[in-house]
């Protein structure tokens, strides 16, 4: 079983970038494909990012490809998000989780362990 702990969320003008970080607690995690999502209120959950086990191959959400970039650190069990370029629509809870189906899902119902989230605002 894994555990998740996102932080890194804050509040932060048009333009600018925030670093989201993921921690892991278990040893399954370097063995896990890992993703972000991302809740807007009184939105779905939607995809943003996924990265492979050993970090060599990521993809991402059209939405924010090209802005942000997902990376880990499998000594520190660690994944992060870096966003540049925010937008106001970028606004959001942001999640991270474990991803428990096939390699390439966006699907919600194919990942697991999610964290509790952290908070993403943009202003204009």
């Known amino acids: 079983q894994v555990q998740l702990v996102e932080s890194g969320g804050g509040l932060v003008q048009a333009g600018g970038s925030l670093r989201l970080s993921c921690a892991a607690s278990g040893r399954a995690f370097r063995t896990s494909h890992m993703g972000w999502f991302r809740q807007a209120p009184g939105k779905e959950r939607e995809f943003v990012a996924a990265?492979?086990?050993?970090?060599?191959?990521?993809y991402y959400a059209d939405s924010v490809k090209g802005r942000f970039t997902i990376s880990r650190d499998n000594a520190k069990n660690t994944v992060y998000l870096q966003m540049n370029s925010l937008k106001p629509e970028d606004t959001a809870v942001y999640l991270c989780?474990?991803?428990?189906?096939?390699?390439?899902?966006?699907?919600?119902?194919?990942?697991?362990?999610w964290g509790q989230g952290t908070q993403v605002t943009v202003s204009s």
């Open positions: 989780a474990v991803v428990k189906g096939p390699w390439g899902t966006r699907s919600t119902n194919g990942y697991d362990y």
């Open positions: 990265i492979f086990r050993n970090g060599i191959m990521t």
